[in-house]
């Protein structure tokens, strides 16, 4: 029976880079596993080909994209406090194995099904809340003190691990659950064909890992770690759907009561002026241009209307035509030192606007619905009621 050995490490960490490498000179394994997969390997190794700006746009998943960059951009920066590049364990352990003239395999779940389920898997209320602890990391990740080396500490890690389930069940099952599966099941697969195996891991998967190593009648299938995620109800498309019928009832309604054309108009202008105004505000917060903002404000009133399209889109369109972002941008973006170094990159910039404006397009619609009749100074009772009766009636009278 082969024998498997884990290491887990701290992504970040001098000591984990030394434990590698002692650990592969005193077990002197068949084979080293690392947590990682080609596609890693290769963007830390060598230069690859970036996605154009066109191709980030046609993607449209600008939240999820942020996400990524903001995520790398918090570890760079650990990293830089500790010396140590990201991933450098891993190029260690890599390195110490061919020194010795052993294979290395990549035993990770690609990163891009892991991104993927990882963002399809939560529910809006947790991407609301990652997006909210990911900005305040962006604030506080260099004032705080960091022990990395205390991060491969199991009772440290466990805690951690804990902690992020709390906050996000779904999240961490696709970030943890579902790839401790895989490690162990790539673990195995090299263990029935090595006597010693070494697999080298971040710390926060040992205990997964060793448990299903332990009982492996409760590992997943192995499909089912990689699949796509099964898309439930398109929410977004569903609450375009309701808010263009609210808006065309509303109208409707207002146009039946008899409160006049005046009141009509009104309510028509504030639809325009209240997704308008608050999808440019949230592109000058991005840092958009004032053409960028011009066009959010000059289209959210429509895209509100259409579950097809978002004021986003336009507007990032726009703020690439001026900003021209360039190739190499996306590294630049991944090794920027601070949020504000990013945020002057323009592809970071018309992603940020493509985002932010789509967030004040729909908090403008949310907001409409909740103030337009204050702001009217009509009972929505008797404007709704009134209406729909007159409405009726004047559908009865066709027939």
């Given at each position: 029976?082969?024998?498997?050995?884990?290491?887990?490490?701290?992504?970040?960490?001098?000591?984990?880079?030394?434990?590698?490498?002692?650990?592969i000179?005193?077990f002197?394994?068949?084979?080293?596993?690392?947590?990682?997969?080609?596609g890693?390997?290769?963007?830390?190794?060598?230069?690859?080909?970036?996605?154009?700006?066109?191709?980030?746009?046609?993607?449209g998943?600008?939240?999820?994209?942020?996400?990524?960059?903001?995520?790398?951009?918090?570890?760079?920066?650990?990293?830089?406090?500790?010396?140590?590049?990201?991933?450098?364990?891993m190029?260690?352990?890599?390195?110490?194995?061919?020194?010795?003239?052993?294979?290395?395999?990549?035993?990770?779940?690609?990163?891009?099904?892991?991104?993927?389920?990882?963002?399809?898997?939560?529910?809006?209320?947790?991407?609301?809340?990652?997006?909210?602890?990911?900005?305040?990391s962006?604030?506080?990740?260099?004032?705080?003190?960091?022990e990395?080396?205390?991060?491969?500490?199991?009772?440290?890690?466990s805690?951690?691990?804990?902690?992020?389930?709390?906050?996000?069940?779904?999240?961490?099952?696709?970030?943890?659950?579902?790839?401790d599966?895989?490690l162990?099941?790539?673990?195995?697969?090299?263990?029935?064909?090595?006597?010693?195996?070494?697999?080298?891991?971040?710390?926060?998967?040992?205990?997964?890992?060793?448990?299903?190593l332990?009982?492996?009648?409760?590992?997943?299938?192995?499909?089912?770690?990689?699949?796509?995620?099964?898309?439930?109800?398109?929410?977004?498309?569903?609450f375009?759907?309701?808010?263009?019928?609210?808006?065309?009832?509303?109208?409707?309604?207002?146009?039946?009561s008899?409160?006049?054309?005046d009141?009509?108009l009104?309510?028509v202008?504030?639809?325009?002026?209240?997704?308008?105004?608050?999808?440019?505000?949230?592109t000058?917060?991005?840092?958009?241009?004032?053409?960028?903002?011009?066009?959010?404000?000059?289209?959210?009133?429509?895209?509100?209307?259409?579950?097809?399209?978002?004021?986003?889109?336009?507007?990032?369109?726009?703020e690439?035509?001026?900003?021209?972002?360039a190739?190499?941008?996306?590294?630049?973006?991944?090794?920027?030192?601070?949020?504000?170094?990013?945020?002057?990159?323009?592809?970071?910039?018309?992603?940020?606007?493509?985002a932010?404006?789509?967030v004040?397009?729909?908090?403008?619609?949310?907001?409409?619905?909740?103030f337009?009749?204050p702001?009217?100074?009509?009972?929505?009772?008797v404007?709704?009621?009134?209406?729909?009766?007159?409405?009726?009636?004047?559908?009865a009278?066709?027939?």
């Amino acid at each position: 029976m082969a024998e498997i050995r884990l290491v887990g490490t701290a992504h970040v960490s001098q000591k984990s880079v030394e434990e590698v490498r002692s650990t592969i000179e005193e077990f002197q394994p068949d084979i080293v596993g690392v947590e990682l997969d080609r596609g890693r390997f290769i963007s830390l190794t060598e230069e690859t080909a970036e996605p154009s700006v066109t191709e980030i746009l046609k993607a449209g998943n600008f939240g999820q994209i942020l996400i990524q960059w903001i995520l790398t951009y918090i570890q760079q920066r650990i990293g830089a406090e500790t010396g140590v590049k990201p991933g450098a364990e891993m190029l260690a352990a890599i390195e110490e194995a061919r020194a010795h003239q052993k294979p290395v395999a990549f035993i990770d779940r690609d990163i891009r099904i892991t991104l993927s389920r990882f963002w399809g898997l939560m529910g809006i209320r947790e991407r609301v809340r990652l997006i909210w602890a990911l900005l305040y990391s962006l604030v506080s990740v260099d004032k705080q003190e960091l022990e990395i080396d205390e991060l491969t500490d199991q009772d440290v890690v466990s805690v951690a691990m804990e902690e992020f389930r709390k906050f996000s069940p779904r999240g961490a099952q696709a970030l943890i659950d579902e790839r401790d599966a895989y490690l162990a099941h790539q673990i195995l697969m090299l263990a029935g064909r090595y006597d010693r195996v070494l697999a080298v891991i971040g710390a926060g998967h040992i205990r997964g890992v060793q448990r299903y190593l332990d009982a492996r009648e409760t590992l997943p299938p192995l499909s089912d770690l990689t699949a796509a995620v099964k898309k439930g109800l398109p929410w977004a498309k569903i609450f375009g759907a309701v808010v263009t019928i609210l808006f065309a009832l509303l109208i409707a309604a207002i146009a039946f009561s008899g409160l006049g054309l005046d009141i009509l108009l009104t309510a028509v202008v504030y639809w325009f002026l209240i997704n308008g105004l608050l999808s440019a505000a949230f592109t000058v917060l991005a840092g958009g241009h004032p053409l960028s903002a011009v066009t959010a404000f000059a289209v959210s009133w429509m895209t509100s209307l259409n579950p097809l399209l978002a004021a986003g889109w336009f507007a990032a369109i726009v703020e690439a035509k001026i900003r021209k972002p360039a190739t190499g941008e996306v590294r630049q973006i991944m090794e920027a030192e601070t949020f504000s170094e990013m945020r002057r990159i323009p592809l970071f910039r018309v992603v940020l606007v493509a985002a932010l404006a789509n967030v004040g397009s729909t908090i403008g619609t949310i907001a409409y619905f909740l103030f337009i009749f204050p702001v009217l100074g009509v009972d929505p009772a008797v404007v709704i009621g009134e209406g729909f009766s007159n409405m009726m009636q004047a559908i009865a009278g066709l027939f």
